[in-house]
């Protein structure tokens, strides 16, 4: 068993173990953080999937209402008048040039849009992007010619979730210091397209526990039979 530090287990005698609606769960999550820092809240959901069959592998984007907490830095992989569109909508790094500075190790980015056209010169990226995360997809709406939107939803809190190997899904829903209600709208937007996106080759309970925790604090536990 892991060690945890007395700041984390001071914090856990005051965990309520009983699974909560999630505005209750969300409240002690923010009652317990006690890092020098803002902490990221985070949600962690284990579904009645295998995601070893493609058929059965969750994964989506969501824009979160009251966003993430966190500057997005958006990389643009575009030319032309879509240079200029991205621009416009406030991509941070935008150009064909850093195809080349990404192979050289440069990562000074948080999301990276490119437009179709373009994709066979940044499909060489994908070794490099792909572990990181980085890598665009048409599924998360990240290749695409509507360019400004594209940047306008990462800027405004969008994020990509996907279940691992083990049938989990992991998704940032906001910081610790966020009003209560707007964790819980953060929380309510991501479950919502969870459970849109159930597969209908999933069998028996697709919600199988649900838990909500900040950085370095204990989890919560919220009631499953609430989705």
Not at 48 to 55: C, I, L, N, P
Not at 66 to 77: H, I
Not at 147 to 157: D, F, I, L, M
């Amino acid at each position: 068993m892991p060690k945890h530090g007395k700041n984390h287990v001071a914090a856990s005698t005051i965990l309520d173990a009983e699974a909560q609606v999630p505005v209750e769960a969300l409240k002690q999550v923010k009652e317990m953080a006690f890092a020098n820092f803002d902490e990221t809240v985070d949600a962690a959901v284990r579904l009645g999937v295998d995601s070893r069959k493609a058929d059965q592998v969750v994964r989506g984007t969501v824009i979160l209402p009251a966003g993430t907490g966190r500057t997005v830095r958006v990389l643009a992989l575009v030319q032309g008048d879509k240079a200029a569109e991205a621009t416009e909508a406030g991509a941070d790094f935008v150009g064909t040039e850093f195809i080349e500075k990404i192979e050289g190790g440069w990562f000074d980015f948080d999301v990276a849009i490119a437009t179709p056209d373009l994709m066979k010169d940044v499909a060489k990226l994908g070794r490099i992007l792909g572990p990181r995360g980085l890598m665009p997809t048409p599924k998360a709406g990240t290749v695409t010619m509507d360019v400004a939107r594209a940047v306008t939803e990462a800027k405004a809190g969008k994020i990509e979730f996907r279940v691992d190997r083990t049938g989990n899904v992991h998704a940032p829903i906001g910081k610790v210091s966020f009003d209560l209600d707007k964790l819980v709208e953060n929380f309510d937007a991501l479950m919502t397209e969870i459970v849109r996106l159930k597969p209908s080759a999933a069998k028996g309970r697709y919600i199988r526990s649900v838990t909500v925790s900040s950085t370095m604090g204990p989890g919560v536990s919220i009631d499953d039979n609430l989705f």
